[in-house]
């Protein structure tokens, strides 16, 4: 039997940034290594798209576009870059409307995209049929994926091979496509239903119709679905190149090459060149703090179905914020989210709902605050999720939300809906004081909204974590950091170069003689004296946006200011009717819950 040659995509630049470092890397830093593996024999990256669009102006402070542009500069003409796009949310975290969805795939074929590869994460095909048409339209190529997970052990409810080869049938008959993915975020798909799942895939596609596989590492297994994929007929899987492979991430591209040795299968590369490449490339990375949950594979995972990209994100969320204690209760608690949640596929962002539930129910008590994207996806507002959600938590979320389910198309309700499409965009920047309305900028503001406005205006700030250097002999100092304990949890603090550096993230600071005025408040709550009524953060987040500025006249219930936690964004409202007397934030600021925020009187 002759050899079969495996086709490979490269994912490091994209979900394996995404895995490891929370998307978190600048373009200036890697694109070395991207020139160096194309040196070495690579053709097809996966290149953006999905929450690294989003990263580069929360993190990064850079334009995804000018990164598109600058990525398909260094490969050449020829080579197949790849974006992720999430069906109708596309690069956004949540729905879009038409007009967005087609604007999204002109700008990225405009900024030097072959292909995007096209899912979502409810396995809705509804979502996948406008949006595989605008790519098509835009003289893209389509890959449509099928998305696939295990569910927690005693968990029944789709994924499995007849449920996903119900979803295939139905995208071969509503779908304009050119290659299939089945794509398995949190890599905890069985083996056996990997192949039984392409081999079905294989029956109802044909010969020649291109199957791709997508997986991580994160529950130890990806290797061997790889194997379990060509060996059922798959063309094609995705793989990673060290320091961003295995654990979180996918798996090696030199491991995959080992693995597959003395077998039918082979890749047609040089291996020497791609060990060359592999070492630019990790030095190229190696002043970026490596969180160590992503180098290791994790049995948690396939109780609790947490993709790689979205974990390691979550966990640099959660160290921002200072909560990584409560990390190993998040993940125990997402095990029961996605048995009531209706088993959407734990990938971008029915993942980051269900890690988002998770939290608000560790941090506030069970279901006591209903996430708004968990919400809504079990009232329906984003597709139909492929088992019926607990009737339970719909009627808690419709309490809550104040929304009845539906089964509606999101996209009919987001063409109506007035705070979304290019005219409310372009509000925006108009509110903000931004004259260039391109189509770049209004898409970066209805796909990012405040954060994208902030970067357009200049007020971004950089989020990236760097390691520390040690003094020039080898040996770290002591006399510049110090353990801070506040409320039971410690952080080590480390001042170097006028920065207080905590976690591996910079902060500016001061140090005053003595306690200026206010400043015993500003981490906690004291009541405030007269008819004074202090407003806190239930949270810690970072503060987003003030809406009810000093002088306001405000209700019982009025929104005051807006901040953002875990990707959530939580309006702190008004406890009292009256005057907001003082705002004790701005925009940019970190808070800690319990933090006086505001006073109204």
């Not at 690294?52 to 929360?58: D, G, L, V």
């Amino acid at each position: 039997m002759a050899k079969k040659e495996v086709k490979f995509m490269v994912t490091a630049f994209r979900d394996g940034f995404q895995s490891v470092y929370g998307a978190r890397v600048l373009s200036k830093d890697f694109m070395p290594a991207v020139e160096a593996f194309v040196k070495a024999g690579v053709k097809y990256f996966e290149s953006g798209g999905g929450a690294t669009f989003q990263s580069a102006f929360f993190y990064n402070n850079e334009n995804a576009f000018d990164v598109m542009d600058t990525f398909r500069k260094t490969v050449g003409p020829d080579v197949n870059l790849q974006t992720l796009a999430r069906g109708v949310n596309v690069v956004g975290l949540e729905s879009q409307p038409r007009d967005m969805i087609k604007l999204h795939a002109q700008l990225f074929k405009k900024h030097g995209i072959t292909t995007i590869r096209n899912f979502d994460a409810l396995n809705d095909v509804n979502n996948l049929i406008y949006s595989g048409q605008c790519i098509k339209e835009a003289g893209l190529k389509h890959q449509v994926c099928v998305t696939m997970m295990a569910l927690p052990p005693g968990c029944e409810g789709a994924h499995d091979a007849e449920f996903y080869g119900k979803v295939l049938t139905q995208i071969k008959d509503k779908v304009d496509f050119d290659s299939v993915c089945f794509k398995d975020a949190s890599g905890t798909t069985t083996p056996q239903v990997v192949y039984d799942t392409i081999k079905e895939a294989r029956k109802i596609l044909g010969k020649d119709v291109h199957i791709q596989m997508h997986s991580h590492e994160t529950a130890g297994i990806g290797a061997i679905q790889y194997k379990a994929a060509l060996d059922a007929g798959a063309d094609c899987i995705d793989v990673s190149l060290a320091p961003v492979s295995g654990g979180t991430c996918s798996t090696d591209l030199i491991v995959m090459w080992h693995a597959l040795r003395g077998t039918d299968f082979y890749f047609d590369i040089d291996i020497d060149k791609i060990r060359e490449a592999e070492e630019v490339f990790k030095e190229c990375m190696k002043d970026y703090f490596l969180p160590p949950e992503s180098r290791t594979v994790e049995p948690m995972i396939p109780f609790a179905p947490m993709p790689g990209g979205a974990l390691t994100a979550n966990t640099q969320m959660m160290r921002d914020i200072n909560v990584m204690n409560r990390f190993p209760e998040v993940i125990k608690a997402m095990t029961e989210v996605v048995k009531k949640g209706g088993f959407g596929t734990s990938v971008t962002p029915v993942s980051q709902f269900y890690f988002q539930q998770a939290f608000n129910n560790v941090m506030q008590g069970d279901w006591k605050k209903i996430a708004d994207g968990y919400g809504k996806m079990v009232l329906g507002y984003f597709g139909k999720t492929p088992s019926t959600p607990d009737p339970e938590i719909v009627k808690i979320a419709s309490e809550q939300l104040g929304l009845q389910p539906t089964t509606e198309l999101a996209m009919d309700i987001d063409d109506r809906n007035p705070k979304k499409g290019r005219k409310a965009a372009e509000q925006a920047l108009k509110d903000a004081g931004i004259t260039d309305l391109s189509d770049e900028n209004v898409f970066i503001a209805a796909a990012c909204k405040e954060k994208g406005i902030q970067f357009l205006k200049g007020e971004a700030k950089l989020g990236i974590r760097k390691n520390t250097p040690a003094s020039s002999d080898g040996v770290k100092a002591t006399s510049n950091e110090v353990t801070v304990t506040v409320g039971g949890s410690s952080y080590g603090v480390k001042i170097e170069n006028g920065k207080a550096i905590v976690d591996g993230v910079s902060y500016d600071y001061t140090i005053k003689d003595g306690i200026v005025a206010g400043a015993a408040q500003s981490a906690a709550a004291p009541a405030s004296s007269g008819s004074a009524t202090p407003i806190t953060a239930g949270l810690p987040g970072t503060v987003l946006k003030i809406l009810a500025p000093v002088g306001t006249q405000v209700q019982d219930g009025t929104t005051i200011l807006i901040v953002e936690a875990m990707k959530m964004e939580v309006e702190i409202k008004s406890s009292a009717s009256g005057v907001v007397k003082e705002v004790k934030v701005k925009p940019g600021d970190a808070v800690v819950a319990g933090q006086e925020l505001a006073i109204v009187g």
